[in-house]
């Protein structure tokens, strides 16, 4: 079955640090892949997305690129602010399985 | 345009309860999901419908847990009784369903519930 596997947390970084979160993933099919960003108290919300091979998802700064060789969708970005701090979830969807698959989340801490 | 809208916000409850659990979908969204979310065991997956068919329950913990979507703009979940480890926030989520799995899901503010 399908399957993420986000990098574990917690993250704590400082104000205007580079950021990687890693996430690979398992598929039968050829999925579209998401980060999702949770901020306290409120439900998950799309960060970006990619579609295809080799496509590069972009928002707010943050940016991640479909690696089918890798089978991998890091997610970067290159100077982090106290307001990105929440909980980051990598995801794919499948139309085999008619359903997402999400990771396990990833807590970032950016502190000023 | 409105997003996924769930009520309760918050709900706190007696053990034994029954407890009933709201959603709205986006209107023209054809799947939806309930998750549920604690510190020790992430965000779960319970069930999710297809144009109002339940597809997959398997993540529904126990009898106690059920689900209905009489139409495509509501949904219930539903536990009886409930019982204090039921406590966690509970997600509703839409997506435009099957062969749209480029599109993300959307998801609602979440029910806080705490069973006492």
């Known amino acids: 079955g399908d399957s993420v596997t986000q990098m574990e947390g917690p993250v704590t970084l400082s104000e205007e640090a580079f950021l990687t979160i890693n996430c690979t993933y398992t598929?039968?099919?050829?999925?579209?892949l998401f980060w999702y960003v949770q901020y306290p108290g409120e439900g998950l919300q799309l960060l970006l997305k990619?579609?295809?091979?080799?496509d590069k998802g972009s928002n707010k700064g943050f940016e991640a690129t479909y690696r089918k060789e890798t089978t991998s969708f890091h997610l970067e970005k290159g100077s982090v602010q106290v307001s990105d701090s929440a909980v980051y979830f990598c995801a794919l969807s499948d139309q085999e399985a008619g359903k997402s698959t999400f990771g396990d989340g990833t807590t970032l801490t950016v502190k000023p | 345009d409105a997003g996924v809208i769930q009520s309760p916000r918050h709900e706190v409850t007696e053990m034994g309860q029954e407890v009933t659990l709201r959603c709205k979908p986006i209107?023209?969204?054809?799947?939806l999901f309930w998750y549920r979310q604690t510190m020790m065991r992430g965000l779960e997956l319970l069930i999710y419908?297809?144009?109002?068919?339940?597809?997959?329950d398997s993540g529904m913990p126990e009898d106690r847990f059920s689900a209905k979507m009489p139409n495509a703009s509501f949904s219930t979940l539903k536990i009886q009784p409930s019982e204090p480890r039921d406590s966690a926030v509970y997600f509703c989520a839409s997506s435009p369903g099957t062969g749209r799995e480029d599109q993300p899901q959307h998801f609602g503010d979440g029910t806080r519930l705490s069973i006492l």
């Open positions: 990619a579609t295809k091979a080799d």
């Open positions: 419908f297809n144009n109002n068919v339940p597809i997959d």
């Open positions: 598929a039968t099919g050829y999925p579209s």
């Open positions: 209107s023209g969204h054809n799947s």
